[in-house]
């Protein structure tokens, strides 16, 4: 029933958002196409439920030649490769709403575990290399926030405590997982980023 309820929310709310949002977003297209040329929207393979393959939108926030397709190598604070509108977009976490679509999709959700790229390093090695039950945090559909995020574990894992700590509270989610718990995390998300966000 839950995940029932899960599927229904992720589609009534991304609708919704995507719906009350197109104004905005149509003015964040017009911006990043006045900065740079190029494509508005990036586009990265990514890990889905059950090990699957996805293709993940996100507004494109570096130049177009420097984008990173793999999504190894992570941003770095002040990165060379952010336009000046992207690096708003990305401060703000705005980037990640073309993500929506995904949600609508059913390629996602809009809480669970951060859809990592494929073969996503963390203090420069393979998480599933270090970290024995990685993939476990892959039971569930990916989401646009989650409680690791809520808690602080977002942007680069320059140390192995953080990439711990960022699947520990992924696999705290999956095991205790409700509606309500759903619901919860994205009023938190909305209040960590009208505070400011904390992306770069």
Not at 16 to 25: I, K, M, Q, R, T
């Amino acid at each position: 029933m839950h995940l029932f309820l899960k599927r229904m929310l992720d589609v009534l709310g991304s609708a919704f958002a995507l719906l009350v949002l197109s104004p905005f977003l149509l003015f964040v297209i017009i911006a990043i196409r006045w900065e740079t040329p190029g494509s508005v929207f990036f586009v990265q393979e990514r890990w889905g439920k059950d090990k699957s393959r996805i293709k993940v939108f996100k507004f494109r926030s570096m130049y177009a030649g420097k984008c990173d397709k793999s999504g190894v190598a992570q941003t770095k604070e002040n990165d060379s490769r952010i336009t000046k509108v992207g690096a708003i977009l990305r401060k703000t976490n705005i980037d990640e709403l073309p993500q929506l679509l995904n949600v609508l999709k059913g390629d996602m959700s809009l809480v669970g575990p951060r859809c990592h790229p494929i073969g996503m390093l963390a203090h420069g090695e393979r998480y599933e290399d270090f970290v024995p039950y990685y993939h476990t945090r892959h039971l569930m559909k990916p989401g646009i926030t989650g409680l690791a995020q809520v808690n602080g574990y977002r942007g680069p894992t320059t140390t192995f405590e953080q990439a711990f700590g960022r699947i520990d509270h992924d696999i705290e989610y999956i095991r205790n997982f409700s509606v309500w718990m759903d619901i919860g995390l994205v009023f938190k998300t909305v209040a960590v980023e009208l505070r400011g966000g904390n992306g770069f």
